[in-house]
């Protein structure tokens, strides 16, 4: 895997634009291979989605690694009830959560970008290792490690996957794709029956229906398998890491 992520990178240039002031700005190629990945892909990303949150709430104390909704409400009630330990859990969970989203942007920042070829699959070779490592841990029923591990690993998928179809979506929680497809199926319904409209409450109809199928399969195979159970996950993003490969490939071919 680190041979894997060093491939992807060239050598860095600075991060100091002129004038001394560094811009965070997000390359436009990457929105690009956002949106030419097909809705396949992102499918097997909202399975891959609902199979860690499965995962983690099952096998790792009750605790979610991609629905921090959850885990601020849970949190919350933590707080009330004067549950300290799980109220850190539920808090270290979310921090992670936000390192993960800052190094994802940062990777993708547009000075950052001149170094690393391809960030999208950079971040999902990074997410991939660390499953792989926590699969062969032993600890299992609410361990905070993997726990915080696994909500870096998802949020780095979250904060680099966000469009299908120019559509903005997520890969790893549904209540907004839910949104969208509702939305879109009224607008059909209501508003002429726009090909448009049909056609993106379809994909996101396919989106949340994958996102179901990954927490069925991840509820089944983790009392089962215990961390093992990572080994199908990380299955499932490799392919996706096949068709970046292949889609930013040919990207750069015809620029």
Not at 12 to 29: F, H, P, W
Not at 52 to 78: E, Q, R, S
Not at 116 to 129: C, D, G, H, N, Y
């Amino acid at each position: 895997m680190l041979a894997m992520l060093l491939f992807y990178c060239r050598p860095a240039t600075s991060m100091i634009g002129a004038g001394g002031k560094d811009r965070l700005v997000t390359t436009s190629l990457a929105a690009e291979t956002d949106t030419r990945l097909g809705v396949s892909a992102h499918a097997l990303l909202a399975f891959a989605g609902g199979y860690l949150d499965a995962f983690t709430y099952i096998g790792h104390g009750h605790v979610f690694a991609n629905a921090m909704t959850g885990n601020v409400v849970l949190l919350a009630i933590d707080l009330v009830t004067v549950a300290w330990q799980d109220a850190g859990r539920h808090f270290l969970v979310l921090v992670m959560f936000l390192f993960g989203i800052a190094a994802a942007r940062l990777v993708q920042h547009e000075y950052i970008a001149t170094a690393v070829r391809v960030p999208e699959a950079a971040v999902l070779t990074l997410e991939i290792a660390i499953l792989i490592c926590l699969s062969f841990s032993t600890s299992y029923g609410a361990s905070l490690g993997i726990s915080m591990a696994i909500a870096f690993a998802a949020s780095l998928q979250v904060a680099t996957f966000r469009q299908v179809n120019k559509q903005s979506y997520s890969s790893t929680f549904t209540t907004g794709n839910l949104h969208t497809m509702m939305r879109s199926w009224l607008a059909w319904l209501v508003a002429g029956r726009s090909p448009e409209d049909l056609q993106q409450a379809k994909v996101f109809a396919q989106i949340c229906g994958m996102f179901f199928l990954g927490a069925v399969l991840g509820a089944y195979c983790t009392p089962r398998f215990h961390n093992h159970a990572l080994w199908g996950e990380c299955f499932f993003l490799l392919v996706v890491l096949v068709r970046v490969m292949l889609v930013r490939s040919k990207y750069l071919a015809s620029s």
